[in-house]
């Protein structure tokens, strides 16, 4: 298949050859062969859920590489004991994350597989769909309007094809396109014969041969080069920052320990690996894990609820949303478009508009759509003596579809499409009795007669036809036709429709409708569904502000109507830069743009493919009800998330900085290295449940955004509380109780570990301790642990450890300190949430 010169100046005889197949495509055991042979069709290799990878990525923190490097050096000193302890502890802390995040990957992608992408190909000389990532070169696939094009392809047969090629050359416009040959020196953008991988049918159909996939084609060397890589959301902002805030403690407060003990003549090897211990502990070394694992199991849930979440991190931003914009059809009317009647100009039934009109919609060939469905449905004409000569294709700049017949020696074009656009091209008007008139007189006449149609919820389209002596069709023989009159159509609310946007309302979501459907249609559907006065805003009032005062009046609107396609992208923006988190759903071709702008983009399992591969969140069933309940489990996932980063800044974060304190003040370590990573990996357990735990409803009930400035005065009151009573137990321990080193650490580390362990069910909610249960799984996990640190002391792994047990004045004193603790946290916790509005 080595190819002298470029396939686009290559004769498509030729071409076929050199890809040894045919028109009618390949056999399945060839494109099986090949597929084994080029890999899959992407533009980057999958990211497989190599075990050992994944287990190796555990241990890749440079702090984790330094402590096993030092335990290392312990042995060649004849410490073997406590180099052995420190190795099965990390091993453990790394099993733990590879077994959470391993589990977390192979349910992602379970649940993408449910929404890819398929393509129309011809295999076995039969039309059947295949996931694009199976296409091979030499292929031949079939594709109408809203197809992503699988591969750079080359044009064996086309009609009024036009390509959207704006993310590969920049071309705003849709291109045409048609089968041929181009000169070899044609540019990328100039080549009218080729398609190219990462653009899409905007009009019209094509069979097409497909020569490249994945890196191969043109938009996969431009890929390799730029590296692709989509915008952080607002969530993946925030952690990154967090994560950075913590190294650097971290880092700040091990450097100054080190350099203490140091100071004060302690062993150089204990005292480094008493700091590096330390610094395990403050490192959110199980963020990455437990934000993984929270957002798997909040995609899980979604799931369940028919919402399918294809990138993770977009759940955050799925939950943060306070406006959702979306078209009414399906959404919230039923989308079973069902036809009231078919009229002509004077609002006669008109038995001849319904026939010419189901002629157009049987012989159309363009992308399904539920108008010429409710034609076909609602009447069966005999139309076995019409032969279909032509077609040009619906558009969205034309906004109508015309269809050329010939019955006997008689040829007719029928078009329909917006009301609007078919009177722009029509110069007469056929009455009842079939005689032709001028249609300047009737023009206003026909408008308020078909408006007042509009403002009591009925969509209608306008029909017209001419005779014409050619076999063939072009977009310019659309002027001098016959007005007929129009289809009415109705599209009835939703059950219960009310109920549900009052419903996202009191969740903090508003919802504005983008229609291309007349303003007195959006009207009538608007109160209809409960909007009282709604404030519309149409598409010819959004050419005439600009961009400032749209930012300023956007937020006021309810309903955008008669919008042309490419300004759905300019509200999407304009609400972005009015402070919202925006919400798109849409389900064709022309919403690509929206959702992509949108912070989190929605389409439903049917779409059209641009539009489903351009949403972050898809829906199995076109309900906003669905919606919904995905909204609540994206937030459920967001609060659970936070969980993790409050307790990593507060008792974790406050007792490693109690720990570093008095290593400095004390005469001895506070806590030996292994007893300090062991400390760590319990408090880690009772951690990995939260994705599993309840989420209050004050958290659910409205959007809430990730704040920095917020974590981290969370973390001053809370880490400060905690350390307080850290040296509170010191204080008892060395002063009151006369504690021996081991006696300390003992008694240390059951508080730490406890307390730890407890405040989580403090700081997990708002409400009051015992108001607000927690899972099923962190309580259990919860008990365990402290049962475990409880009993530890007193096995015969204690000495292993350097524990011993503790006298029972030890033991009350310990619960003493801890229950003053859990209460004063819940003081401080009812206070900090009164003056902070978060």
């Known amino acids: 298949m080595n190819q002298q010169k470029p396939f686009w100046n290559i004769p498509v005889a030729e071409l076929l050859q050199q890809f040894q197949t045919t028109p009618q495509g390949l056999t399945t055991a060839t494109a ?22 994944l287990l190796l990525a555990q241990f890749q923190s440079p702090i984790i590489l330094i402590l096993i490097s030092a335990a290392i050096l312990s042995i060649f000193l004849n410490d073997r004991t406590d180099a052995f302890i420190i190795f099965a502890i990390v091993l453990i802390s790394g099993l733990l994350g590879f077994w959470q995040e391993r ?15 398929k393509t129309n190909v011809l295999r076995d000389g039969k039309s059947q769909e295949v996931s694009a990532e199976d296409i091979v070169p030499g292929d031949v696939v079939c594709l109408s309007a809203g197809d992503n094009i699988p591969g750079d392809c080359i044009i064996l047969d086309s009609k009024n094809l036009f390509i959207n090629e704006a993310a590969l050359t920049g071309e705003t416009y849709p291109v045409a396109k048609v089968e041929g040959l181009v000169p070899l020196q044609t540019s990328l953008s ?12 905007v009009s019209g159909t094509v069979k097409a041969l497909v020569v490249a996939t994945g890196k191969a084609t043109e938009f996969g060397k431009v890929s390799e080069r730029l590296k692709f890589r989509p915008p952080e959301t607002e969530f993946e902002q925030g952690v990154r920052k967090f994560g950075y805030f913590l190294m650097e403690v971290t880092l700040l407060l091990v450097l100054g320990i080190f350099a203490g003990n140091v100071l004060l003549k302690r ?3 204990d005292s480094f690996l008493f700091s590096l211990a330390l610094a395990v502990g403050l490192t959110p070394q199980l963020l990455p894990a437990i934000i993984s694992i929270n957002l798997a199991h909040g995609a899980k849930q979604m799931a369940g609820k028919s919402v399918i979440v294809k990138r993770l991190a977009a759940i955050e931003n799925f939950g943060s949303m306070n406006v959702l914009c979306s078209d009414k059809t399906g959404t919230l009317t039923e989308g079973v478009v069902k036809i009231h009647s078919a009229v002509d100009y004077e609002g006669k039934q008109s038995d001849r508009l319904l026939f010419l009109a189901y002629l157009n919609a049987s012989f159309e060939t363009g992308f399904v759509n539920p108008i010429d469905q409710a034609i076909r449905g609602a009447c069966t004409f005999d139309i076995s003596a019409y032969e279909k000569l032509d077609e040009v294709p619906y558009d969205f ?18 078009s329909k499409g917006a009301l609007q656009s078919i009177l722009n091209i029509c110069s007469f008007v056929e009455t009842g009795e079939q005689t032709i008139i001028d249609i300047d007189s009737l023009q206003p006449q026909i408008q308020q007669y078909f408006e007042g149609l509009g403002q009591q919820g009925f969509r209608v389209l306008g029909v017209a036809y001419r005779n014409l002596d050619t076999t063939t069709l072009s977009k310019q023989d659309e002027n001098n036709m016959t007005f007929l009159g129009c289809l009415v159509f109705f599209d009835p609310p939703k059950p219960g429709i009310i109920h549900t946007v009052t419903e996202l309302k009191q969740t903090g979501v508003s919802l504005k409708i983008i229609t291309g459907d007349s303003h007195a249609v959006a009207a009538s559907l608007s109160q209809q569904i409960g909007l009282s006065q709604p404030k519309i805003l149409t598409g010819a009032d959004l050419h005439q502000i600009s961009d400032e005062a749209l930012m300023h009046q956007v937020n006021l609107i309810d309903v955008f109507a008669e919008v042309e396609p490419n300004q759905k ?11 919202n988190v925006v919400g798109y759903m849409g389900d064709g071709i022309n919403d690509a743009s929206a959702l992509h702008a949108a912070d989190v983009g929605i389409s439903v399992n049917s779409a059209v493919d641009v539009a489903k591969d351009a949403a972050d969140i898809v829906l199995l069933e076109q309900d906003l009800d669905v919606l919904l309940q995905g909204i609540k489990e994206g937030r459920t996932t967001f609060a659970n998330t936070l969980k993790y980063v409050f307790m990593a800044t507060s008792a974790n974060f406050g007792n490693m900085f109690s720990m570093a304190g008095a290593s400095l003040l004390l005469p001895f370590l506070p806590l030996l290295p292994k007893q300090i990573l062991l400390t760590n990996l319990m408090t880690d357990f009772p951690e990995m449940t939260i994705a599993t735990d309840r989420v209050d409803r004050e958290m659910v009930d409205k959007p809430h955004r990730w704040d920095i400035n917020f974590i981290r005065n969370f973390m001053l009151v809370f880490g400060t ?12 321990l060395i002063f009151v109780l006369h504690a021996t080193p081991d006696q300390f650490r003992t008694g240390w580390f059951m508080e730490s570990v406890i307390s730890a362990s407890m405040i989580v069910l403090v700081i997990r909610t708002r409400q009051p301790l015992f108001q607000s249960k927690p899972g099923k799984y962190l309580s259990i996990a919860t008990i365990a642990i402290v049962i475990v640190t409880l009993l530890l002391p007193f096995t015969p792994v204690a000495a292993l450890f350097g524990f011993q047990p503790l006298p029972i004045t030890f033991m009350l004193a310990l619960a003493g300190i801890m229950a003053l603790y859990i209460t004063a946290a819940e003081k401080i916790k009812q206070i900090f949430y009164e003056k902070t509005n978060f």
């Open 32 to 53: 099986k062969q090949r597929l084994e042979k080029y890999g899959a069709n992407r533009l980057k290799p999958k990211k497989k859920s190599d075990t050992l990878t």
């Open 103 to 117: 589990g977390a990957a192979d349910a992602i992608e379970k649940l993408l597989l449910i929404v890819q992408i």
């Open 190 to 201: 100039q080549r009218t014969n080729v398609l190219f991988m990462g653009t899409y049918v």
């Open 267 to 269: 062993p150089v090897l």
């Open 397 to 414: 700049i034309r906004k109508r579809l015309s269809i050329l017949v010939r019955k006997d020696d008689t040829q007719m074009m029928i």
């Open 569 to 579: 992208e300019d509200i999407i923006l304009a609400l972005k830069k009015a402070g």
């Open 721 to 732: 509380l905690s350390s307080i009573f850290d040296y509170l137990t010191f204080a008892i």
